[in-house]
């Protein structure tokens, strides 16, 4: 089982980038999947999440408005569109999925790092002032 992030890089205040989860090795068409982001010296910190069938989305705070998450099941992929980047945004973003529990049972805990069963290595996003 193996996740990989893509499309992170170096982009100045108020670009966009769009980061892609891959997922191989089995399929997460009925998983929640996520993203969370760690800055150096920083906790891990969530960023967003999204059921299986991509209805119901969640987003911490301080990216919404600017970031979607979405997916596409076929393809095995969750997607991040990352807009109006800050520079406190830069870190390293990584996707994650939750095994098979629902959207209702994970309520509450979607932003918790223990509640994913699989990681994938992460992206380097950087955002220069």
């Known amino acids: 089982v193996q996740l990989q992030a893509s499309g992170g890089g170096l982009v100045q205040v108020g670009g966009s980038l769009r980061l892609s989860c891959t997922a191989s090795?089995?399929?997460?068409?009925?998983?929640?999947m996520g993203w969370f982001r760690q800055a150096p010296g920083k906790e891990r910190e969530f960023v967003a999440a999204i059921s299986w069938e991509g209805i119901a989305t969640y987003y911490t705070d301080s990216v919404k408005g600017r970031f979607t998450i979405s997916r596409n099941n076929a393809e095995n992929t969750v997607n991040l569109q990352m807009n109006s980047l800050k520079p406190e945004d830069t870190a390293v973003y990584s996707c994650a999925a939750e095994k098979g529990s629902t959207w209702y049972a994970l309520r509450g805990k979607l932003h918790t790092s223990s509640t994913y069963d699989y990681w994938g290595q992460g992206t380097q996003v950087t955002v220069s002032s």
């Open positions: 090795g089995r399929t997460f068409s009925r998983s929640v």
